[in-house]
Structure formats: C-alpha cells, structure tokens
C-alpha cells in the first residue's frame, strides 16, 4: 500500500502518453499497479492498543534498547513482539518510542531497557501504546484494544 500525495495527474499524464504495447495493456501487472496508486486509499492513523497505567517494575540501563511486556498482556491487546510502541510516563511527562518484546507470562513485568531506562523509574505509571493504519471509511466502526491495570 503506498501513501501518495498529488501523484495522480502526474501518473495519468504518463499513462495517457504510453503507447498500448503488451507492457502496458490492460492485464499488465505494471500498469495495474499504476491504477492501484492513482486509485489510492486514503489512510488514517489509529490507536490500535494500550496498556494503560500500568507500573514499570524493572529498568536495565546495561541492555539493548526496547521495553520487555509480560506476555499475557501482549495477547490481550494484540501488541506484537518486535512492534513499534510508544510509552508515556505519567509520573514525569516523558515520551518515548521503542520496540516490544515478551516477558515471562504471567509475571507483570514492564522493563525498560537501555536508554529507556533514563526515562523511568521503578513503580512509574506509563501508558503503552501502539498505533496502525486503516481505511478512512472503516474509522467509524473501529474500536481498540484497552488493557486497565
């Protein structure tokens, strides 16, 4: 899916000035694909989910950058592994952007990792979240998933 701006006249002038060969007839996968971006679906950013107020119970300044999530909680609101987030610390107004990974199920860990950790402290209330694309049009039947701790 691509998101373009101002590209149809420009891409219709091309195709209006194409001779009709067996590269650009109407089955080709080339010219398909044109239509495609001159026919583009307009698409809007969302909360797709967010573990709310939930309490950073670890920080590890010595490890890679990212935020370990208990896995029950990553199951409950469809975060995946390696999934950008974004964190909101709500004891000192920093914000942040990261990349999930699992912890241990069932065992509540929030983590903040590496420079992450700068940004946190243990017993912290943040705000864990992570947005997606969709449909203009689907916005309107579209719910997240919220997970209250």
């Known amino acids: 899916m691509y998101n373009l701006v101002f590209c149809g006249p420009v891409v219709q002038f091309w195709l209006e000035r194409r001779p009709v060969t067996a590269e650009v007839a109407g089955s080709s996968p080339v010219r398909s694909a044109i239509i495609n971006i001159v026919n583009f679906i307009m698409l809007i950013t969302v909360l797709k989910a ?7 119970t670890h920080t590890e300044i010595d490890y890679e950058g990212s935020c370990a999530i208990d896995l029950d909680y990553l199951e409950q609101t469809g975060i995946r592994v390696n999934e950008q987030i974004h964190i ?6 920093e914000r942040l952007i990261t990349y999930a990974f699992e912890a241990e199920r069932g065992s ?14 243990i017993g912290d209330l943040v705000i864990i979240a992570a947005y997606g694309q969709i449909k203009d049009e689907d916005s309107d039947n579209y719910q997240p998933k919220v997970l209250t701790i």
Do not use: C, E, F
């Open 108 to 121: 509540k860990i929030i983590s903040m990792n590496g420079a992450a950790a700068l940004k946190a402290t």
């Open 88 to 93: 909101y610390n709500l004891n000192n107004g």
């Open 50 to 56: 967010k573990i709310h107020r939930v309490p950073v």
